[in-house]
């Protein structure tokens, strides 16, 4: 239908105009946050480190150092102990990155300390390809890792140079071999694939996802391709510019080649076996960030952490969390992000709405559950309102616009400490060349 660009950027621009007040943030303290009323929530850990830095990537992530990595899982731990002497009680937990598997030996013993802490039921864990390896996947297991997140991207090796990953996390063919290697070892298998790059074709997603249904892959989460503007200028130049009418297509494939085999879990992710979702934030209503740059969300109010790796040290030594700025989303914008986040989760179920924020939820957004209706993004069923598919595109490109802003912030949080990450990698180019020569076998773990 031709006039689905127009109606495209409309709502983009209107969920804009709604949202803009989510992440104004202003400065904190690093107290630990009051917990919900029965103290449970869901936990994220952020792990900074990457081995090598893709020019597309604008989440917080740092060129891995195993100096620097060591004492920051430290801190890692004193965090988590805070949220713990103060009440909290976490039902599940997912490591993020970076690449949260850089460090496996501290990713073992964190992993421990939260399931010694806290009576978790999920435990979700990020990777690259190149880490899958035996001693890592059996080291997973033995840790109680339910959920092992694959960043794959493509399974095209032209894609994978584009993206500087052919070389470091290796050709597909390795890839393909490392992820039938895990098959069968955790409850989920999850592969992340990116789509809309400039250099993609068709084609090329459908043989991704043909791949997906082929390997023991359980989920698959496919993301567009999203960047920052302090990475667009490296990122074009490595990769191409993307062309934002290509989105549609994309996703009409997706949902194409992988139905009935996948059943859809939120707006971006598939599940094989109809069993977990991917996106905490659609799972749980309340959820910490701990370590640098992380989020949470708690009873309105959105925290950030530091993204100084110094400064994070510094306020966890004092005995304080990494929290330095926050934002109270007001009344009315606390029940559009609950919208946000519960149609990508694909429902909204009318009896919890209602129960949690009383009638004010319905006044507040029936101008945006009538659009929807309208529009034919959702439908009334007996407990409130299921996304159709022409829905999942549409919260798809808003989840990405609100993750747009959230770039954006980080951005900002990087230019407020460019000091350090300028001192930090000309430290590195003196430090690196003399490490390699006192020993040619060393690696990222410099
Ligand atoms: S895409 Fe993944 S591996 Fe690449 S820099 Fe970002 S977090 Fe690190």
């Known amino acids: 239908m031709p006039a689905w660009p127009l109606i495209d950027s409309a709502l983009i ?18 107290q630990v946050p009051r917990p ?6 869901y936990l994220y850990v952020h792990i900074p480190f990457c081995a090598s830095l893709c020019p597309f990537c604008s989440f917080h992530r740092v060129q891995h150092c195993h100096a620097q990595a060591g004492p920051y899982f430290t801190a890692l731990r004193a965090e988590i102990r805070l949220y713990h002497e103060a009440g909290y009680r ?20 964190t992993i421990a300390l939260v399931r ?3 009576p978790v039921r999920e435990i979700s864990v990020e990777t690259n390809p190149h880490e899958l390896q035996p001693p890592l996947l059996e080291l997973l297991r033995a840790a109680g890792v339910t959920r092992l997140s694959v960043g794959v991207q ?5 894609l994978l140079r584009d993206m500087e990953r052919y070389e470091k996390y290796g050709s597909a063919e390795e890839i393909i071999a490392r992820l039938k290697s895990a098959a069968g070892l955790f409850p989920t298998l999850n592969v992340d694939l990116i789509f809309n790059q400039p250099h993609q074709s068709l084609a090329s997603l459908e043989r991704d996802l043909d791949l997906i249904r082929e390997l023991g892959v359980t989920q698959v989460s496919c993301y567009p391709l999203m960047t920052a503007p302090s990475v667009k200028r490296r990122m074009t130049t490595a990769m ?8 549609r297509p994309f996703f009409d494939t997706i949902l194409r080649r992988l139905q009935p085999d996948f059943t859809p879990t939120s707006a971006w992710c598939f599940t094989r076996r109809g069993t977990a979702g991917d996106e905490y934030i659609v799972a749980a209503e309340n959820y910490v960030g701990v370590g640098s740059g992380a989020f949470s969300y708690l009873g309105g109010i959105l925290y950030a952490t530091t993204f100084s790796l110094a400064h994070y040290a510094t306020q966890v030594g004092h005995g304080l969390t990494g929290i330095t700025a926050r934002h109270q989303l007001s009344a009315g914008d606390q029940i559009r992000y609950t919208l946000l986040v519960r149609m990508f989760g694909l429902r909204l179920d009318r009896e919890w709405a209602r129960a949690r924020y009383g009638s004010r939820f319905f006044y507040t957004v029936w101008g945006e559950l009538a659009t929807l209706r309208l529009l034919g993004a959702a439908r009334r069923t007996a407990r409130g309102w299921q996304l159709t598919e022409r829905g999942m595109y549409w919260l798809m490109l808003m989840m990405s616009e609100f993750f747009g802003s959230v770039n954006t912030y980080r951005d900002a949080m990087r230019e407020h400490i460019s000091g350090e990450l ?7 180019s003196k430090v690196r060349p003399l490490l390699v020569a006192a020993n040619p076998q060393s690696n990222s773990r410099a």
């Open 36 to 41: 919900p009323p029965d103290g449970e929530c």
């Open 422 to 428: 300028e001192a930090d990698l000309t430290l590195r």
């Open 13 to 30: 621009r209107l969920f804009r105009f709604r949202t803009r007040g989510f992440l104004k943030m202003v400065d904190a303290t690093g």
């Open 90 to 109: 976490f039902t599940g937990v997912y490591f993020g990155g970076g690449t949260p598997t850089i460090e496996p030996e501290e990713l073992r013993q």
């Open 116 to 118: 010694e802490l806290f």
């Open 154 to 158: 493509s399974f095209d090796n032209q």
């Open 240 to 247: 191409g510019a993307t062309d934002n009418a290509r989105l």
